[in-house]
């Protein structure tokens, strides 16, 4: 699902016992406010179509599609996508968005996906890979589905942020939980996330068989400067998410 968005009212602290993300609850308050603001319209997805680039003719997993504003951006530029999301609510809109034209599934990043092997060019992973505890299984799922050559692009928490707002600081090395209350569209809700090293997240994608291509720190698009100023400086000065571009790699050639 595309996460991320949201004011932070209280700082990040050590995830209480059972504490889950149930964006069914609060689906259509979380769209509302992912359509249009600095973080998500003019930074994280102008981010993952840029690093994706042409896509006409690819077929491409929505990994995590939410409400599918990244799924109609690729379609729009020609991919053939199909999404899949572990909240019924935020598949329901998008659908609404997309048509039935769009195969869209219920589908928990933490199991087996429901695809052939080989079944895309590329793998979205917007926003979704920081709710995982365990990388490995889902990095897994992923390369099984991606043809030879494909690639998986990703975006995630930056870890330096997480890192620098707990208070006490955490042990950098390690992989912890920890919740923040957010504010969407007026509506406030807990989310936990998972914070691992940088190293933990390379060795991950490489543990899976990926092939780092791309590790990127952008910019905001630059139309956001008149629309949010001061937003935008905040977000053009200060670490924001991170992303990565990783490849399955092609099959060896018999010799």
Known sequence: MDRGTGTPETPARPDAPGRTNDYDGFAEAYAAENENNIQNAYYERPAMLALAGDVAGRRILDAGCGAGPLSAALRERGAVVTGVDASAGMLALARRRLGDGVDLRVADLGDPLPFDD????????????????????????????LRPGGRLIASVQHPFVDYAIQDPRPDYSATTSYSDE?????????????????????????????????????????????????????????????FFVVEAPPSPVAG
């Open 118 to 145: 080989d079944a895309f060019d590329d793998v979205v992973a917007s926003l979704v890979l920081h709710y995982l505890e365990d990388w490995g299984p889902t990095l897994a799922e992923m390369r099984r589905v």
């Open 182 to 242: 957010l504010s969407f569209s007026g509506r406030t809700v807990t989310l936990k996330f998972w914070r691992r090293p940088l190293h933990a997240m390379t060795d991950a994608f490489t543990a899976a068989g990926f092939r780092l291509s791309v590790i990127s720190e952008p910019q905001p698009d630059p139309a956001a400067r008149e629309l949010f100023p001061d937003d935008f400086h905040a977000l053009s000065t200060q670490i924001g998410f991170l």
